[in-house]
């Protein structure tokens, strides 16, 4: 995946008309993440010796849970194809204490780096993986005069035909094996296997964690691979030798030094429940780490070099999204040199009804677009009215008013138990149009609505 392909080169107005697809308002975040993508871009216009000079502008979104902090980062990231990672730091403590050191951030994110650049590397590589694999299956199935030594397999039934080892016979089969045709039948095929070591789990001992030790990988290079034949379709055997294949056309030394890159020039990070980490005034408890954690973050977010086993990582010019309700506890409350590394602050909206309506609505993967396409697919057709639709945001509001404010995550739940029925005994309507209407959701949920006690639990 080369750099150049994932530095987006959209404006900031076409990529917030690409976020305007998925996700409902906050206009503001929108068009803070749009500025931050595109500097991105701009950056590498610049003259290469004042490139490094130019540092991310980090964002902190503050806003209820459920009102797409997420998602926007989310969508940015897959707009970019760039390497993306969501992390709570409310799982991470001081060094010293037991639990994930924060550097443990940056090596999970050139992990997801490694998995995009190796896939990236595996579609370029997959018409010739399959040609190689076909000709290890042809071997199987039309053996030639002077097999190839190394083609590690054997034919468990062959073809009279095939006996002859001709040519033409040959391709005659390459042509059934593309249009599927033998799919079905069994071959047996030698496979590679490493061999498995005694399971040992190994805990990393407190502080211990940036070393980056992975006992099992070291010991799976350690063992020795071993062959095994197994019996398969041909479908199956194919898939098997593609990847193997693929395996050997791909340099992971390569996969690792564009992966490294890869971080470092577009990485991703978004620290969720960032006001958690947030010290408050007792001194006692499990509170007492919390600062700690804020001044371990700081020197990733302000740029050092974290150790991976891909290689050592600058974290200067990754963008660190941060998100927080922030409801017991403010920005300004975090130590002051991490609220510097932050200099962007957006605000997002609590949800109102008429946001619920478009959310149930107008996005490419709006819910009800879901929930028609899952019923649809036991043929069944699912209608909703437009007075449904405002019965069901109508209620969302109501909720979340009235017990807690969990967002948009509230329509899940409701439209869960409007069409419970409907999912459960789908599969024996075929056939069938039910449409969805204001009095079909009272009958459902008027008596939970009634009983607020019953309602806290069920909605």
Do not use: C
């Not at 997801?112 to 018409?127: E, G, H, P, Q, W």
């Amino acid at each position: 995946m080369p750099l150049s392909t994932t530095t987006t080169q959209l404006t900031p107005r076409e990529i917030v008309e690409e976020l305007d697809k998925y996700i409902i308002g906050q206009d503001d975040a929108k068009r803070a993440v749009a500025v931050a993508l595109r500097n991105r871009w701009r950056r590498m216009q610049v003259p290469e010796d004042f490139r490094d000079e130019i540092l991310p502008k980090n964002i902190t979104m503050i806003g209820p849970t459920g009102v797409g902090k997420t998602e926007i980062a989310r969508r940015m990231a897959k707009l970019t194809g760039a390497p993306f990672i969501k992390v709570e730091a409310t799982k991470f403590t001081e060094v010293g204490y037991v639990g994930r050191d924060v550097e443990s951030i940056i090596r999970d994110l050139a992990e997801a780096s490694v998995s995009m650049v190796r896939k990236s590397n595996l579609d370029l590589v997959r018409d010739r993986a399959r040609t190689n694999a076909e000709d290890k299956l042809l071997e199987v199935m039309v053996p030639s005069i002077n097999p190839v030594d190394d083609a590690g397999l054997q034919a468990s039934s062959v073809d009279t035909a095939a006996n002859s080892g001709d040519l033409t016979t040959r391709e005659k089969f390459r042509a059934k094996l593309r249009n599927g045709e033998l799919d079905e039948r069994e071959v047996e095929i030698e496979v590679s296997e490493r061999m498995q070591g005694p399971m040992i789990e190994f805990m990393p001992l407190s502080g211990m964690d940036s070393l980056d030790i992975n006992m099992k990988d070291i010991l799976s290079n350690i063992l020795p691979k071993r062959h095994k034949k197994r019996k398969m379709s041909v479908a199956e055997a194919m898939e098997i030798l593609q990847q193997e294949e693929a395996d050997k056309l791909i340099d992971m030394d390569d996969v690792s030094r564009e992966a490294v890159q890869h971080v470092e020039q577009n990485g991703i990070v978004f620290l969720d429940e960032i006001d958690k980490i947030v010290g408050r005034n007792n001194s006692q408890g499990p509170d007492i780490s919390r600062e700690g954690v804020q001044r371990d973050i700081l020197p990733i977010v302000e740029g050092s070099t974290v150790n991976t086993k891909y290689g050592p990582v600058k974290t200067d010019h990754i963008l660190f999204i941060a998100a927080g309700a922030f409801h017991v506890s403010k920005p300004s409350d975090m130590i002051p040199e991490l609220q510097g590394r932050f200099p962007i602050r957006v605000e997002l909206k609590s949800l109102t009804k008429d946001d619920f309506v478009r959310i149930l609505t107008e996005p490419e993967n709006a819910l009800i677009k879901q929930y028609i396409e899952l019923i649809k697919t036991e043929g069944v057709v699912l209608r909703f009215t437009k007075e449904a639709v405002e019965e069901i945001a109508e209620i969302a509001t109501e909720v979340n008013q009235r017990d807690e404010n969990i967002g948009a995550r509230r329509l899940h739940t409701i439209m869960e138990k409007i069409l419970e029925e409907v999912s459960f005994e789908a599969p024996g309507m075929k056939g069938n149009e039910i449409e969805i209407t204001p009095q079909y959701i009272r009958d459902r949920l008027g008596e939970i609505l009634k009983d607020r006690d019953l309602s806290r639990y069920i909605l």
